[in-house]
């Protein structure tokens, strides 16, 4: 989707990072027509929450699973398919050539848009070096996200701080999805590429993922209800 075709309101994920399906439900409730997307990630997914895929879509809210598939092509490839099922509108997998391509064989013609995770929001270049790779996050971000194009990937996950080099490689043929947002004054946690998100989406960014400053905040539809009108005014 372009830009001009994602509803606004859209941009905004919320990660259901909640230790229950009972907990994820009722942050739904809470949120009502404040939050239109959602992600769940492992911490639902291994709690039972993949039936809630399926029920949030159906519904009428849109679903990000995230599960950041990594293994060989053909199990990748098995794993997607049979992830097309559940409804989802957007699914993870980890940037490598084999696992992306496993990936896009395994959507085959359904409607599930595939997203890279380039480099990990909580990675700068030390971490990546101190993991064995000699390129740091500016470069293997960008050769990430050349593979993922050639490979007919959907779009990006990366931090906001690359989104105006991405779109310069990929213009608007494919989605940036960016966590490591942070609102003015709120925890960073482990996350070490952030933005804000009126900065985020002024970077060039399409939808930006927030888990923490809203699933933890006191106030949680407050807090969305402010990221909402942040994305608003950064749009214009
Ligand atoms: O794929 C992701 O969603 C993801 C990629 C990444 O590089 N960094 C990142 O933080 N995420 C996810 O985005 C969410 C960010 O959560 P908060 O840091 O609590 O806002 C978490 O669910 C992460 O798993």
């Keep these: 989707m372009t830009p001009a075709e994602i509803a606004p309101k859209d941009r905004l994920i919320v990660a259901l990072d909640l230790p229950s399906v009972d907990a994820a439900e009722a942050m ?3 949120l009502g027509d404040s939050v239109t997307f959602y992600k769940i990630g492992y911490r639902l997914a291994y709690a039972g929450g993949l039936p809630l895929v399926t029920k949030l879509a159906d519904s009428g809210k849109k679903v990000f699973l995230d599960l950041k598939l990594h293994d060989i092509g053909n199990t990748v490839s098995q794993g997607v398919e049979s992830i097309t099922r559940l409804g989802a509108t957007f699914l993870t997998v980890h940037a490598y050539p084999q696992t992306m391509k496993g990936a896009v064989e395994g959507r085959g013609s359904s ?11 909580s990675y700068n270049d030390d ?4 993991a064995g790779f000699r390129l740091g996050v500016s470069e293997l971000v960008e ?6 194009r050639a490979l007919g990937i959907d779009g ?3 931090s906001p701080e690359e989104a105006g080099s991405l779109r310069k490689i990929v213009g608007h043929k494919m989605n940036l999805v960016t966590p490591g947002i942070r609102p003015a004054g709120s925890a960073t946690g482990d996350q070490k590429r952030i933005m804000t998100p009126g900065r985020a989406i002024a970077a060039g960014a399409d939808y930006l993922v927030v888990g923490r400053p809203v699933v933890e905040a006191s106030d949680p539809k407050a807090t969305a209800d402010a990221i909402q009108a942040e994305i608003a005014h950064a749009l214009g």
């Design 28 to 30: 739904v409730t809470r």
């Design 111 to 121: 409607k599930l848009k595939l997203l890279a995770v380039t480099v990990l929001t």
């Design 127 to 130: 971490d990546l070096h101190a």
């Design 143 to 148: 050769a990430r996200a050349q593979q993922a």
């Design 156 to 158: 990006l996950v990366s």
